[in-house]
């Protein structure tokens, strides 16, 4: 089991910056791949970015490509997002999420463990 609480979510004026954080316990954190998600209300869940167990692997959906970054901290056990250059179409819960090793996938399915997710707000 793992578990995994995340942070540094609030309101922000469009343009600003947020880092958030994931913060993990349980079994190894290092074993896993972890990603970040976002759901803005009466969508669907859309995958963000990810990151591989060793932190030597990222990928990006294409609409944060280049404004956020995502990075980990093995002996923290914890994940970061940070999020730059941010629009309101930002907006949304932002879940943080761990997975097998292996090909970073981008399909929540193939993630195991789940945030409770922090509530992220842009205004213009």
């Known amino acids: 089991q793992v578990q995994l609480v995340e942070s540094g979510g609030g309101l922000v004026q469009a343009g600003g910056s947020l880092r958030l954080s994931c913060a993990a316990s349980?079994?190894?954190?290092?074993?896993?791949?972890m990603a970040w998600f976002r759901q803005a209300p009466g969508q669907e869940r859309d995958f963000v970015a990810a990151i591989s167990w060793s932190g030597g692997s990222t990928s990006y959906a294409d609409s944060v490509k280049g404004r956020f970054t995502i990075s980990r901290d093995n002996a923290k056990n914890t994940v970061y997002l940070q999020m730059n250059s941010l629009k309101t179409e930002d907006t949304a819960v932002y879940y943080c999420a761990a997975g097998r090793t292996g090909l970073l996938r981008v399909n929540g399915a193939d993630y195991n463990y789940w945030g409770q997710g922090t509530q992220v707000t842009v205004s213009s």
């Open positions: 349980g079994r190894a954190f290092s074993m896993y791949n």
